[in-house]
């Protein structure tokens, strides 16, 4: 079994029952939703007890319980640049600005990375006249690179 079968279990299983991913968020626990979500999809592990009540909510067997507590192979992305217009945007974004967030990042705090792993990120909703906004908002912990 791999897991994108089980993530493909999980999108059947949220599509049958008409949940969206707050409630799903609220039966797994644990988790903000934007980890829940990357869990279910593969890109996150789930602990013991998250994996349990996903198997239960998904009617997931033994061994797809099992995968959603293992380490994933992370990028799922079926090719790059993404085709998928709503995703592009983001690969939009790293394109036009990404040069402009490292001299911005590293004047501010050196030679180093912004960490994906030590990450928090929030996303809103925002009213507007001319159309609802969306907000996210990011915030990873820098990694300054040793000197030797």
Request: aromatic share 8%.
């Amino acid at each position: 079994m791999k897991r994108a079968e089980v993530t493909e279990k999980i999108l059947s299983a949220k599509r049958m029952k008409e949940l969206t991913w707050d409630e799903i968020t609220k039966k797994i626990g644990g988790a903000s939703k934007i980890v829940v979500t990357a869990a279910c999809l593969g890109q996150m592990k789930m602990t013991k007890e998250q994996a349990a009540k996903a198997g239960k909510l998904f009617g997931l067997g033994k061994e797809e319980v099992l995968l959603l507590q293992e380490v994933p192979y992370r990028g799922s992305l079926p090719q790059v640049p993404p085709n998928d217009p709503l995703i592009y945007r983001f690969y939009e974004l790293v394109q036009v600005y990404g040069t402009t967030w490292k001299e911005l990042i590293q004047e501010e705090f050196g030679d180093g990375i912004m960490s994906a792993i030590d990450f928090d990120m929030t996303l809103e909703r925002q009213p507007d006249q001319k159309g609802d906004r969306v907000k996210i908002g990011m915030s990873g912990k820098f990694l300054g690179y040793k000197s030797y």
